[in-house]
T-cell receptor, first 112, second 115 residues
């Protein structure tokens, strides 16, 4: 069964606004990662947060993790048209670090 | 360029044919993966190899056979192609370390269309 579920499925915002995407998962995890996929391309790793961390920043990205709720959020601040892409969360289950399970993805469209 | 590369990028074929997709990584990673992404963008792992040894084999029809001649290559051979095999197939690689998380590097994908 699918480990991660993202919402919203699609998000459309104006350039300069912030975009927030959420991910929920089902089992205990070691880490949670966010990946980005531009149309017609492969996935690119953005940021990783460990299960003992609550928040992490990287440039305009901010990730939070709530293991009690089994959920994570990805915030992109001051969005740009180039941020338009699909965003996926991926979890590796305890005892299975090499096997990532991906969520269903959020399609973000940033309008210029 | 250092990267994960796949060939071909597009593959259009008739039902019942046999086809192969090749993947190579020059990142020095020791683990490689094949994923299938369906039309709804749902990404599901199919296989994983570590140092040429199969370590993950999800519920995939045995028409799909991965082959790893060395740790830099993981090819995917598909026999008797079916309409439902149409999807984008991604190769990925990683270098898992004890106590470290497993970040994966993806190839550009191969769009397979079965007619």
């Amino acid at each position: 069964s699918q480990q991660g579920e993202e919402d919203p499925q699609a998000l459309s915002i104006q350039e300069g606004e912030n975009a927030t995407m959420n991910c929920s998962y089902k089992t205990s995890i070691n880490n949670l990662q966010w990946y980005r996929q531009n149309s017609g391309r492969g996935l690119v790793h953005l940021i990783l947060i460990r299960s003992n961390e609550r928040e992490k920043h990287s440039g305009r990205l901010r990730v939070t993790l709530d293991t009690s709720k089994k959920s994570s959020s990805l915030l992109i601040t001051a969005s740009r048209a180039a941020d338009t892409a699909s965003y996926f969360c991926a979890t590796d289950r305890v005892g299975s670090a090499r096997q990532l399970t991906f969520g269903s993805g959020t399609q973000l469209t940033v309008l210029p | 360029d250092t990267a994960v590369s796949q060939t071909p990028k597009y593959l259009v074929t008739q039902m019942g044919n046999d086809k192969s997709i090749k993947c190579e990584q020059n990142l020095g990673h020791d683990t490689m993966y094949w994923y299938k992404q369906d039309s709804k963008k749902f990404l599901k792992i199919m296989f994983s190899y570590n140092n040429k040894e199969l370590i993950i084999n999800e519920t995939v029809p045995n028409r799909f056979s991965p082959k790893s001649p060395d740790k830099a290559h993981l090819n995917l051979h598909i026999n008797s192609l079916e309409l439902g095999d149409s999807a984008v197939y991604f190769c990925a690689s990683s270098y898992p370390r004890r106590g470290a998380a497993d970040t994966q590097y993806f190839g550009p994908g191969t769009r397979l269309t079965v007619l």
